[in-house]
């Protein structure tokens, strides 16, 4: 009984329900397939560059961002007209000049930033206008910022002589007093 049961042909198709019958068939079919999953691999590629270039980006921002606030606040000591008051003169030189060593110690910060920003412009990041728009605008707060420290700096000198100078006068006239009594 069993002898007279033949199995049926199974026959391969593709997923448009075509049959493959013949190894051309099968090879185009195999061939499609490998385009296709060539395709898939050139896209993941492409996706994952642009993945990549945007975390890139979110970390210039993120440190681009943290540098504009750190130069903000020594912006706002920086133009501070402290030295108008001449109390403790000698005390506001020396803050003064912590804070301009601060001021350079953190010049690497912006030398790193333009190098990380610079190379994805050269390389063609989606955001480099966006990038060169954000280097100018911290270059502008830097340099405002070495502007005021520099004019704080020279104020503060101006005020230490100036104080110097009444002290002077005012010895002179104590002076001109005494031998004026006599």
């Not at 042909?9 to 593709?14: Q, V």
């Not at 350079?104 to 610079?118: F, P, V, Y």
């Not at 005021?148 to 104020?155: A, N, Q, S, V, W």
Request: charged share 35%; aromatic share 8%.
């Amino acid at each position: 009984i069993m002898s007279t049961f033949t199995k049926p042909k199974l026959k391969k198709m593709d997923a448009s329900g075509k049959v493959l019958e013949t190894a051309e068939d099968i090879q185009e079919r195999r061939q499609q397939v490998l385009d296709r999953y060539r395709r898939f691999k050139e896209l993941s590629l492409v996706r994952r560059q642009k993945l990549e270039d945007s975390y890139r980006f979110q970390f210039f921002r993120r440190d681009a961002d943290e540098l504009e606030k750190w130069i903000q606040e020594k912006l706002q000591i920086a133009s501070d007209e402290n030295y108008k008051d001449p109390s403790n003169l000698q005390g506001k030189l020396q803050k003064h000049q912590a804070f301009e060593a601060e001021v350079q110690a953190n010049a690497g910060a912006i030398i790193k930033l333009d190098d990380t920003g610079n190379l994805m412009i050269t390389e063609g990041h989606f955001s480099s206008e966006t990038i060169r728009t954000r280097l100018e605008e911290l270059h502008r707060l830097w340099d405002l910022l070495l502007q005021k420290t520099k004019e704080k700096g020279m104020r503060l000198l101006q005020a230490q002589k100036l104080v110097q100078y009444l002290r002077e006068c005012e010895d002179a006239l104590d002076w001109i007093s005494i031998m004026y009594q006599y």
